[in-house]
């Protein structure tokens, strides 16, 4: 079993819709990455947080430390928004690595 | 554009080849890192560098050999790979590898034949 568990693993919506991509994880961790990767392997980070909730545009990223759970959510979704997102936990033990989850696999339909 | 160029974008190899995987970050970062991406798979860390010294290597077999000659590139030597070595490799950089936004590259797609 991962340390990271992201859900689902596959989505596909139709453009407009609210999306929400979870992310579970059993290690302490000191932060937590949302990260976005598409076609060709490029990665971008999207969020990086610790605590509470962060909001870039038509992102929002959630935590709640005491649950080990943190949500990403698309609103008014795009097809540009089509991508892989990655959940990553920055692990807070003596190497303080990265451990990643899967990817959730997105799709958004025009 | 993220500011890490990674070169070349894809790469065919046969076992018995020595080929190099090229990564440059002109961030000012003082860590740099080496992910292999493998199909389902999580990104798996191969190698960190923090100001030019490795310090950490999650056991990587010895055909891998990075090198970090300054804190802008950093280089993964590729000799007698084997077909499952075939993945996604993606460079780093963060500003010090405790605790800050990592910044990836497009990464090299690796087929060994």
């Known amino acids: 079993k991962n340390e990271v568990e992201q859900s689902p693993q596959n989505l596909t919506a139709q453009e407009g819709e609210f999306i929400t991509i979870n992310c579970s994880y059993s290690?302490?961790?000191?932060?937590l990455h949302w990260l976005q990767q598409h076609p060709g392997g490029g990665i971008v980070s999207l969020f990086m947080?610790?605590?509470g909730k962060k909001k870039h545009g038509r992102l929002i990223a959630t935590i709640n430390i005491q649950e080990k759970h943190s949500s990403l959510h698309i609103t008014a979704s795009h097809p540009r928004d089509s991508a892989v997102y990655i959940c990553?936990?920055?692990?807070?033990?003596?190497?303080?690595?990265?451990?990643f989850g899967t990817g959730t696999l997105l799709a958004v339909q025009p | 554009e993220t500011g890490v160029t990674q070169t070349p974008r894809h790469l065919v190899m046969g076992m018995t080849n020595k080929k190099s995987l090229k990564c440059e970050q002109h961030?000012?970062?003082?860590?740099m890192y080496w992910y292999k991406q493998s199909a389902k798979k999580p990104l798996e860390l191969m190698f960190v560098y923090s100001l030019e010294e490795r310090v950490e290597n999650n056991s990587v077999p010895s055909r891998f050999s990075p090198e970090c000659p300054n804190s802008s590139h950093l280089f993964l030597h590729l000799h007698t790979l084997q077909p499952e070595d075939s993945a996604l490799y993606l460079c780093?950089?963060?500003?010090?590898?405790?605790?800050?936004?990592?910044?990836f590259g497009q990464g090299t797609r690796l087929t060994v034949v």
């Open positions: 780093a950089s963060s500003q010090d590898w405790l605790n800050t936004e990592a910044f």
């Open positions: 290690v302490g961790i000191s932060a």
């Open positions: 961030l000012g970062h003082n860590a």
């Open positions: 947080l610790s605590s």
């Open positions: 990553a936990v920055r692990w807070g033990g003596a190497t303080n690595k990265l451990i």
